[in-house]
């Protein structure tokens, strides 16, 4: 079937399905930009923005069009800019009989696309445009440049070393940030808030001192102005989003009635803890489903160790299994088991208390989503950059359980589990890339351990990468627990490891 493109002058033939921008996209002010412009900033950000723009339906909110910078490939404009940023969301789950249904919203505040690496200047001009107000990042963890073995900026990447000697075409966000906010200071507009909607603990105040860490080296003035003036709020965001294969578009052009080049597949679940402290106002995000808090850390810590922690596991322990995708991984029984458990008795007595959450109620609710068959999320997917991912996902709950001399059976078969799948071959002797910043240190530490004649001694090495697991090394404990699960793995695989986990 020859349809056409999803683009605005299509966009009359689909108002009749009730799910298509009906506010004027060209009175749109850039109030947002936007870095890493990826699927999940459009399933959540986006939808979240569009929502609060039309929450008044009769008076929309026109302060919030939102310009999105990819700071490496030019994919998702070359994508998007032909139907000018224009893209659908497309919502999937089960219904009670298990069959596949799905929603559909076609986005319209994302009204500019920009690639970093071709035009630098433009970004630094959007930053620095007057009707910015919020800048925000999804850049993942490997995004933010901090220092290997600790939380500072690594001053001796790259990037870092070519923003501080050509400001006006950086490379990295944290440049992008600082030369904008100094073009802002130079111009007399006003402040920024930088929020950062990453998986990292603290992101806002996390992304605070690297942004200032920077900004002292180039202007010590600039760094006071930034800290007396911009707002850097904590966020918590949660929202399942796997990657958009080409059936998917194809599927998608048969309900819509045209071709959308790049859509985003998700959940109907979405969930955003955000403080309430912005420089130059907000939208209503409230109006898709944000919650503003005092303090975001509680509800960053319940996402980070909850549902990132146990995702983790799940993507390691699945795809040395070869099962391909979450849904597939969880439906057996013995990985749901030890997932659950390692979320009621592990990870749940870390957590602090959160007024009005029910965590046994949270607990089945997540796993309900691990298991939604319409995601197809894959497990390699979400294996890739276990370096950047597994401090703040397993081993601050494993430290802390540590500290309080209680197990970590089940966070140390996790942790293994990404050990084991270090070696780059599945049980069905399928090989994969591993995919993650330090993938040239991983490979020498593996042989390293692979020389070593016993698990303990081989645990043993891993944890003395310092990267990862820092003041973890050597932890008699940790190393013992570690030793017992890789060994399991490596000898018996992870199906019987599952079935013997207590």
């Known amino acids: 079937m020859n349809l056409p493109r999803l683009d605005p002058a299509s966009l009359p033939a689909l ?60 994919d998702t404009r070359d994508a998007l800019a032909p139907q000018q940023g224009l893209y659908t969301v497309v919502v999937r789950d089960a219904d009670t009989a298990g069959q596949p249904r799905q929603s559909l919203q076609v986005i319209g505040c994302l009204t500019r696309l920009l690639v970093a690496p071709e035009s630098p200047g433009a970004v630094l001009e959007a930053l620095a445009h007057p009707q910015a107000r919020i800048a925000s990042l999804t850049v993942t963890e490997k995004g933010y440049l901090r220092a290997p073995a600790g ?22 966000a944290l440049g992008f940030l600082v030369h904008a906010l100094a073009l802002r200071r130079q111009r007399g507009l006003g402040p920024l808030t930088l929020m950062s909607l990453d998986n990292l603990p603290s992101n806002g105040h996390t992304l605070r001192g690297l942004v200032l860490a920077l900004a002292a080296s180039v202007d010590s003035g600039l760094a006071l102005w930034i800290e007396a003036h911009c707002a850097f709020p904590d966020s ?38 955000v403080e309430d402290r912005f420089t130059a106002g907000r939208p209503a995000w409230d109006a898709g489903g944000a919650r503003f808090v005092a303090e975001a850390a509680p509800w960053e810590r319940l996402k980070l160790r909850m549902v990132n922690g146990s995702h983790s596991a799940i993507a390691y322990l699945g795809a040395m299994a070869a099962w391909d995708t979450v849904d597939r991984a969880i439906a057996e029984p ?61 081993l601050g709950t494993v430290r802390e359980r540590l500290a309080a001399g209680a197990p970590i059976t089940r966070l140390a078969l996790a942790v293994a589990a990404w050990l084991h799948y270090l070696r780059g071959v599945d049980e069905a002797h399928q090989r994969y890339p591993i995919e993650d910043p330090l993938a040239g240190e991983l490979a020498a530490l593996r042989r390293e351990a692979q020389a070593c004649t016993s698990a303990e001694d081989r ?44």
């Open 151 to 172: 939380t500072g900026l690594w001053w001796e990447h790259p990037d870092i070393v070519h923003d501080l000697a050509q400001p006006q075409a950086p490379r990295s």
């Open 15 to 74: 108002r009749g399905k009730g799910i298509t921008p009906t506010y004027d996209r060209g009175a749109l002010a850039p109030g947002i930009v936007h870095l890493g412009v990826g699927a999940f900033a459009r399933a959540h950000l986006a939808v979240a923005t569009e929502a609060a723009i039309t929450a008044d339906p009769a008076h929309p909110d026109l302060r919030w069009g939102i310009v999105g910078v990819s700071l490496r490939q030019a």
């Open 334 to 394: 013995a990985l749901r088991a030890c997932v659950q458990d390692l979320l009621r008795h592990e990870v749940a007595p870390t957590l602090p208390a959160l007024p009005g959450l029910d965590v046994d109620a949270y607990r089945e609710r997540l796993l309900a989503r691990f298991a939604n068959p319409a995601l197809a999320h894959r497990t390699q997917q979400i294996a890739m950059d276990g370096t950047q991912k597994l401090p703040q996902r397993l």
């Open 459 to 502: 645990a043993r090495v891993f944890t003395r990468f310092g990267p990862v697991f820092g003041d973890l090394a050597d932890h008699p404990v940790l190393v013992s627990a570690l030793a017992q699960a890789l060994q399991s793995l490596e000898q018996r695989g992870v199906r019987a490891t599952l079935e013997a986990c207590d």
């Open 236 to 273: 918590m965001v949660d929202r399942i989003v796997p990657r958009t294969t080409d059936e998917d578009r194809d599927r998608l052009a048969q309900a819509l009635g045209a071709r959308d080049a790049w859509p985003v597949m998700t959940e109907p679940f979405i969930d955003w803890a």
